[in-house]
T-cell receptor, first 117, second 111 residues
């Protein structure tokens, strides 16, 4: 089946620095990718929808200047956490669909564990 | 987007059949029902999807009544490795859709 790969799988950074997380669709083209954040024992929270060649659409309450999303190609979307703080420590997950419909399977990356110290 | 309601947690024993029911009272005509499984520190994994009646694959069955206001994920003969969180999602086709997760059901399989 289709594969979505995230990199890195875990990262530790100092407070105030920026961290970039990559999400790649390995064997299919993804016009749309999604970014989620998940805190311990909680469900996935949709942060933004990443659209190839255009600006991302952010969910209410998500700071677009803090969480920069770039979807430069049909196989790569990046999430940059700028000026990270300890409260940004979380599990970040991306997903993509092979088709542009809900009735196609969504594939998820393995997630990135971000720890800000 | 249709809201879903699932039990917060369920316990079972190895070898038993587990049924997890999800309520989605305001499901729309063109909405599909999808179930995902998530292990700790991993991304969710697709289990099964359906629109109506019954769907079966190699790992699970999905039962959807005629009114489609609920659905039941059935896991036959669970094992310890089936301990995970199971999410029920409802949504429609078309560009620009979102995949919104509810709280999910934590399944604990005991020996």
């Amino acid at each position: 089946g289709a594969v979505v790969s995230q990199h890195p799988s875990r990262v530790i950074c100092k407070s105030g620095t920026s961290v970039k997380i990559e999400c790649r669709s390995l064997d299919f083209q993804a016009t749309t990718m999604f970014w989620y954040r998940q805190f311990p024992k909680q469900s996935l929270m949709l942060m933004a929808t990443s659209n190839e060649g255009s600006k991302a659409t952010y969910e209410q309450g998500v700071e677009k200047d803090k969480f920069l999303i770039n979807h430069a190609s049909l196989t790569l979307s990046t999430l940059t956490v700028t000026s990270a703080h300890p409260e940004d420590s979380s599990f970040y997950i991306c997903s993509a669909r092979e088709g542009d419909r809900f009735d196609t399977e969504a594939f998820f990356g393995q997630g990135t564990r971000l720890t800000v110290v | 987007l249709a809201k879903t309601t699932q039990p917060i947690s369920m316990d079972s024993y190895e070898g038993q059949e587990v049924n997890i029911t999800c309520s989605h009272n305001n499901i729309a005509t063109n909405d599909y029902i999808t179930w995902y499984q998530q292990f700790p520190s991993q991304g969710p994994r697709f289990i099964i999807q359906g629109y109506k009646t019954k769907v079966t694959n190699e790992v699970a069955s999905l039962f959807i009544p005629a009114d489609r206001k609920s659905s039941t994920l059935s896991l036959p003969r669970v094992s310890l490795s089936d301990t995970a969180v199971y999410y029920c999602l409802v949504g429609a086709g078309g560009g620009g859709f979102k995949t919104i997760f509810g709280a999910g059901t934590r399944l604990f399989v005991k020996a």
